[in-house]
């Protein structure tokens, strides 16, 4: 008998043995059977954890049978599973059942990033319905529209006027919006394309620290993922003053079938706005998505887009005519402005768990880009006789792919990460013009016309060791380009080429001081590419500016319904070579640096009433120019955004937000300052059963404001000589609008 007890005893050992350390495999699926990506799993009794893929799976360490599993999603009630048995085969499925957002359920070190859940805080409590509200909700980050609602928005972040996206990276789902070598500006980012409503997430991040991100990403990225799917189909109808109607139609195809989804929306807009010469604005959106997952849950993602628009725009007007009283704010001196554009997309995606502790993710893209814009910026100085109108139009197809491999495991104690990327894009823009041009219909001389060819290959490797609270990221990038250019205005064939490459190296650490706060260093270097015009005109010769850059900050949340955010940084550039499209001119910039202070807050008072507010402090000067004649035009010193949101009260939804931007300088010495502004929009929500209203006001205070201002030498027809002062787009007065949602 005592020798089969002391045998029990001895098998009982060793099967705790085996036992120890073995993995659990599962997947985190909501009501609606759709794996959710980002839910937290915590053993409670080994505390070991891990974060759920894109297709919801996640794999545990170190775990025993009787053991607890806690598992996390904001959004979504806290669900906790005891492990019953292990088995290698077995994959647990466990359901998280969606609930109201509550900031007192966030824990900063289950986030795996916990400034991008800022931002899905935001989309949750505040959502959006124009792209230009998706761009808004990357915090600090200011836009402003200048020609007529179509045009792409020019983007304001950490004291960069970037234009229209030379310094910040734009992707949705894996694509890229900035077009290189664009005929209007360098990295030019239309968003248009992109439906609000189908948005479930932004990731973003400041500064040059991102392997996985390179061109453009020198103030920063954003990244917008489009939803699986549906929740229910839904048709929305607007209406507002100076002739604005939008309608959004979203429906699921397959009604929600084991392992599929796929959906479509339409949306169209048009609109006048409160120009005297009407704007005749108007587009349609397109878009649908088809997501399939395999038993092994891989995933398999189609979409497809189309979008085209035209509006009529009267520019930038000089302020001398409106203190005259020549014209009215919303007047015009050459109102024959405006433009066309239209994109089309298609994007496929495959996400592979090639094993246990190996994911793969790739994905093939493709874009047609139609471009055509007129602007007449500086009147008759040019042309006392016809005027300076110009014209830029382009052709342009995009061909690309991106594929990311990502290996976890542990180093002995050290939890261990590896991402290595590659990436290929390859853009062909064909009669790439530049032409000034006489009431949009004559052409009296093309200034520039061309073919460009541009091609762009990156490689990364992206570590991170995770050493208890502390976590150290090495990572390293490389680039190289080949820029091609066939000038047309040449008497002969002239196909004018240069190659480059970069290196940009990364350095981040991070420590969870507390479950609850979290300090960060980053450092690194990254660049934005020049025009193909420039490269070849330079001759390849400073055409890849670095810029370095680094952050020290911190995430806190001090009690359980505030949460803050800030951060100490700096960003040296060296020279560029910026290529002026409105003039087909090259024009050096020098060296410049610029620091500053980035802050944050999101504060829930009760369980529906939300506050936020963002804040950055920047100082921005050229580092070559004497003192006093070294500002930056239009570098911002101080942004400020935020406000109240309303989430569910008895049906009710809406809110109160502010932006705000102080005076800056316009030009290098500061004789000229734009001016800021202070604008107040509100919206109100009611839901009854199936229907929603809602009413939106845009300006509440009907405040004066200048959307954009710049510091422009103009010569009118009757002047003798020309005049360098602001030019400026008038910003929206008091504007309301009422809409209708039905869902299904």
Same mark, same amino acid.
């Given at each position: 008998?005592?020798?089969?007890?002391?045998?029990?005893?001895?098998?009982?050992?060793?099967?705790?043995?085996?036992?120890?350390?073995?993995?659990?495999?599962?997947?985190?699926?909501?009501?609606?059977?759709?794996?959710?990506?980002?839910? &937290?799993?915590?053993?409670?009794?080994?505390?070991?954890?891990?974060?759920?893929?894109?297709?919801?799976?996640?794999?545990?360490? @170190?775990?025993?049978?009787?053991?607890?599993?806690?598992?996390?999603?904001?959004?979504?009630?806290?669900?906790?599973?005891?492990?019953?048995?292990?088995?290698?085969?077995?994959?647990?499925?466990?359901?998280?059942?969606?609930?109201?957002?509550?900031?007192?359920?966030?824990?900063?070190?289950?986030?795996?990033?916990?400034?991008?859940?800022?931002?899905?805080?935001?989309?949750?409590?505040?959502?959006?319905?124009?792209?230009?509200?998706?761009?808004?909700?990357?915090?600090?980050?200011?836009?402003?529209?200048?020609?007529?609602?179509?045009?792409?928005?020019?983007?304001?972040?950490?004291?960069?006027?970037?234009?229209?996206? *030379? /310094?910040?990276?734009?992707?949705?789902?894996?694509?890229?919006?900035?077009?290189?070598?664009?005929?209007?500006?360098?990295? &030019?980012?239309?968003?248009?394309?992109?439906?609000?409503?189908?948005?479930?997430?932004?990731?973003?991040?400041?500064?040059?620290?991102?392997?996985?991100?390179?061109?453009?990403?020198?103030?920063?990225?954003?990244?917008?993922?489009?939803?699986?799917?549906?929740?229910?189909?839904?048709?929305?109808?607007?209406?507002?003053?100076?002739? *604005?109607?939008?309608?959004?139609?979203?429906?699921?195809?397959?009604?929600?079938?084991?392992?599929?989804?796929?959906?479509?929306?339409?949306?169209?807009?048009?609109? /006048?706005?409160?120009?005297?010469?009407?704007?005749?604005?108007?587009?349609?959106?397109?878009?649908?998505?088809?997501?399939?997952?395999?038993?092994?849950?891989?995933?398999?993602?189609?979409?497809?887009?189309?979008?085209?628009?035209?509006?009529?725009?009267?520019?930038?007007?000089?302020?001398?005519?409106?203190?005259?009283? @020549?014209?009215?704010?919303?007047?015009?001196? /050459?109102?024959?402005?405006?433009?066309?554009?239209?994109?089309?997309?298609?994007?496929?995606?495959?996400?592979?768990?090639?094993?246990?502790?190996?994911?793969?993710?790739?994905?093939?893209?493709?874009?047609? &880009?139609?471009?055509?814009?007129?602007?007449?910026?500086?009147?008759?100085?040019?042309?006392?006789?016809?005027?300076?109108?110009?014209?830029?139009?382009?052709?342009?197809?995009?061909?690309?792919?991106?594929?990311?491999?990502?290996?976890?495991?542990?180093?002995?104690?050290?939890?261990?990460?590896?991402?290595?990327?590659?990436?290929?894009?390859?853009?062909?823009?064909?009669?790439?013009?530049?032409?000034?041009?006489?009431?949009?219909?004559?052409?009296?001389?093309?200034?520039?016309?061309?073919?460009?060819?541009?091609?762009?290959?990156?490689?990364?490797?992206?570590?991170?060791?995770?050493?208890?609270?502390?976590?150290?990221?090495?990572?390293?990038?490389?680039?190289?380009?080949?820029?091609?250019?066939?000038?047309?205005?040449?008497?002969?064939?002239?196909?004018?080429?240069?190659?480059?490459?970069?290196?940009?190296?990364?350095?981040?650490?991070?420590?969870?001081?507390?479950?609850?706060?979290?300090?960060?260093?980053?450092?690194?270097?990254?660049?934005?590419?020049? /025009?193909?015009?420039?490269?070849?005109?330079?001759?390849?010769?400073?055409?890849?500016?670095?810029?370095?850059?680094?952050?020290?900050?911190?995430?806190?949340?001090?009690?359980?319904?505030?949460?803050?955010?800030?951060?100490?940084?700096?960003?040296?550039?060296?020279?560029?070579?910026?290529?002026?499209?409105?003039?087909?001119?090259?024009?050096?910039?020098?060296?410049?640096?610029?620091?500053?202070?980035?802050?944050?807050?999101?504060?829930?008072?009760?369980?529906?009433?939300?506050?936020? *507010?963002?804040?950055?402090?920047?100082?921005?000067?050229?580092?070559?120019?004497?003192?006093?004649?070294?500002?930056?035009?239009?570098?911002?010193?101080?942004?400020?955004?935020?406000?109240?949101?309303?989430?569910?009260?008895?049906?009710?939804?809406?809110?109160?937000?502010?932006?705000?931007?102080?005076?800056?300088?316009?030009?290098?010495?500061?004789?000229?300052?734009?001016?800021?502004?202070?604008?107040?929009?509100?919206?109100? @929500? &009611?839901?009854?059963?199936?229907?929603?209203?809602?009413?939106?006001?845009?300006?509440?205070?009907?405040?004066?404001?200048?959307?954009?201002?710049?510091?422009?030498?103009?010569?009118?027809?009757?002047?003798?000589?020309?005049?360098?002062?602001?030019?400026?787009?008038?910003?929206?007065?008091?504007?309301?609008?009422?809409?209708?949602?039905?869902?299904?």
């Amino acid at each position: 008998m005592k020798v089969l007890k002391f045998i029990a005893i001895c098998l009982s050992l060793f099967m705790a043995q085996v036992t120890l350390g073995q993995q659990v495999k599962g997947v985190v699926k909501n009501e609606a059977n759709q794996p959710l990506e980002g839910a &937290y799993v915590y053993n409670l009794n080994t505390k070991t954890h891990a974060h759920t893929s894109e297709s919801g799976l996640f794999i545990i360490e @170190n775990s025993n049978v009787g053991d607890s599993l806690k598992i996390g999603l904001l959004g979504y009630k806290t669900n906790i599973v005891a492990i019953a048995a292990l088995n290698e085969t077995e994959v647990l499925t466990i359901v998280l059942e969606e609930k109201l957002f509550q900031l007192d359920e966030m824990v900063l070190q289950e986030q795996q990033n916990p400034i991008s859940t800022i931002a899905r805080l935001d989309l949750n409590t505040n959502p959006v319905n124009s792209s230009q509200d998706v761009l808004r909700k990357v915090p600090g980050l200011i836009i402003g529209q200048h020609a007529g609602g179509g045009k792409a928005e020019q983007i304001f972040l950490r004291g960069f006027d970037i234009d229209h996206g *030379t /310094d910040i990276s734009i992707n949705v789902d894996g694509m890229p919006v900035n077009m290189v070598s664009h005929a209007h500006g360098q990295g &030019y980012s239309d968003l248009h394309f992109l439906i609000p409503e189908t948005v479930s997430k932004i990731d973003f991040g400041k500064g040059t620290y991102y392997a996985n991100h390179g061109d453009f990403t020198t103030a920063g990225y954003v990244d917008f993922s489009t939803k699986d799917y549906l929740e229910d189909s839904q048709v929305t109808f607007s209406v507002g003053q100076f002739n *604005t109607i939008r309608t959004l139609g979203m429906i699921d195809l397959l009604e929600k079938e084991k392992n599929k989804n796929a959906y479509m929306a339409v949306e169209y807009l048009q609109g /006048d706005g409160p120009f005297e010469s009407p704007q005749n604005f108007n587009r349609l959106n397109l878009f649908g998505k088809y997501v399939v997952f395999s038993p092994n849950n891989d995933k398999l993602t189609l979409t497809a887009s189309h979008f085209t628009s035209r509006w009529d725009a009267s520019g930038q007007i000089p302020q001398r005519e409106v203190d005259n009283g @020549n014209i009215s704010r919303f007047g015009a001196i /050459d109102d024959t402005e405006g433009g066309t554009t239209q994109r089309t997309n298609l994007n496929v995606e495959y996400n592979k768990n090639v094993s246990d502790n190996t994911t793969f993710k790739t994905n093939a893209f493709y874009s047609h &880009y139609g471009f055509e814009l007129y602007s007449n910026f500086t009147f008759f100085l040019e042309d006392p006789e016809n005027g300076d109108q110009i014209k830029q139009k382009e052709n342009r197809d995009i061909f690309g792919i991106n594929s990311a491999l990502n290996y976890n495991t542990f180093l002995g104690d050290t939890e261990f990460s590896l991402t290595s990327g590659l990436s290929l894009r390859h853009d062909v823009a064909a009669d790439t013009e530049l032409s000034h041009t006489l009431n949009r219909t004559t052409t009296l001389e093309q200034i520039q016309l061309g073919d460009i060819n541009q091609t762009n290959i990156g490689a990364y490797v992206n570590t991170k060791f995770e050493m208890g609270r502390f976590a150290i990221a090495p990572a390293l990038r490389f680039d190289y380009f080949t820029f091609m250019y066939n000038d047309k205005l040449q008497p002969t064939y002239s196909n004018a080429t240069e190659h480059k490459s970069t290196v940009s190296p990364k350095l981040n650490f991070f420590y969870n001081a507390t479950d609850n706060l979290q300090w960060y260093l980053k450092s690194g270097i990254g660049f934005h590419s020049n /025009d193909t015009r420039v490269v070849v005109s330079n001759q390849g010769r400073d055409i890849l500016p670095k810029a370095y850059g680094a952050d020290f900050g911190t995430v806190w949340k001090p009690t359980s319904n505030l949460v803050f955010n800030g951060a100490l940084w700096y960003l040296f550039l060296e020279q560029e070579f910026v290529y002026v499209g409105d003039a087909g001119i090259v024009e050096p910039s020098g060296k410049t640096e610029r620091y500053g202070l980035d802050l944050g807050l999101r504060y829930q008072l009760t369980d529906w009433l939300f506050f936020d *507010t963002d804040a950055t402090l920047t100082h921005a000067r050229s580092t070559e120019d004497p003192e006093g004649e070294n500002y930056i035009p239009l570098a911002p010193n101080f942004t400020m955004a935020g406000g109240l949101a309303v989430n569910n009260l008895d049906g009710f939804s809406g809110g109160i937000r502010y932006r705000f931007i102080d005076d800056r300088p316009a030009n290098e010495d500061n004789s000229i300052v734009a001016e800021g502004y202070l604008v107040t929009d509100i919206n109100a @929500n &009611y839901q009854w059963n199936n229907v929603t209203f809602g009413v939106a006001i845009e300006n509440l205070f009907d405040v004066a404001w200048n959307e954009t201002q710049f510091a422009t030498e103009s010569r009118l027809q009757n002047e003798p000589a020309s005049v360098e002062e602001i030019h400026f787009t008038p910003g929206t007065p008091f504007f309301i609008k009422g809409l209708v949602t039905y869902r299904f």
